[in-house]
């Protein structure tokens, strides 16, 4: 059952990211997926990249993530998503700043999706029957 569990946890953030990549697709002129195939690919890819080469990146730019107060963040995932953009060629963004609106968007979307269809692992109801 637990190894089920993982699976449609996984499969959930995958379709999140997907939806997201979809919605900045249709909000931003300068993104453009050629097809499915590709919005697929890169809500792989971004689930990828977000669990193993984002940390390595907020860790060597604490410093200055830090001093900007956490805003450095949006310039790395910016970055991150044109480096995905770069690596499926069917995925076309183009300029900085719509890499940041789209990075903006995307964590918006995925916080606030997450927040509501994945609740908290270590959450547990107590129910107390009688008087205090």
């Known amino acids: 059952m637990e190894t089920l569990n993982r699976w449609v946890v996984l499969a ?6 997907a939806l997201a990549l979809v919605v900045v697709d249709a909000i ?4 453009r997926f050629d097809n ?10 971004l689930a990828l990249i977000n669990t193993y080469l984002r940390p390595i990146l907020l860790w060597l730019t604490l410093p200055i993530n830090v001093l900007t ?9 910016a970055g991150l998503l044109k480096l995905i953009s770069w690596l499926i ?6 300029g900085f700043w719509t890499a940041l609106g789209a990075a903006l968007v ?24 009688g008087s205090l």
Not at 36 to 45: C, D, E, F, G, P
Not at 89 to 94: D, V
Request: no cysteine; proline share 5%; charged share 5%.
């Open 106 to 129: 995307i964590s918006i979307i995925s916080t606030l999706l997450n927040w509501f269809l994945l609740p908290p692992a270590n959450v547990r109801v107590r129910v107390w029957r």
């Open 12 to 17: 959930t953030k995958l379709a999140i990211n």
């Open 36 to 45: 499915i195939q590709a919005t697929i690919a890169a809500a792989i890819l």
């Open 69 to 77: 107060l956490g805003l450095f963040t949006l310039v790395i995932n």
């Open 89 to 94: 060629p069917a995925f076309h963004l183009t």
């Open 28 to 31: 931003f002129a300068n993104v």
